[in-house]
């Protein structure tokens, strides 16, 4: 579980958030952007 939760915070992260507590917030209420952070094509790659 720890881990899934590193991984969402780093995807906050890369996508340009400061304030992952309001990122959380956001996503949580926006499930269309939330979809949106997740890479889905192959040639994605998290850094």
């Known amino acids: 579980m720890a881990t ?6 780093a ?3 890369g996508a340009g958030h400061t304030n992952i507590a ?3 917030r956001h996503y ?3 499930l269309a952007d939330a979809i949106n952070l997740v890479p889905t094509s192959e040639k994605a790659a998290l850094t």
């Open 4 to 9: 899934l939760r590193n991984l969402a915070l």
């Open 11 to 13: 995807m906050m992260r």
């Open 22 to 24: 309001a990122a959380c």
């Open 28 to 30: 949580q209420h926006c």
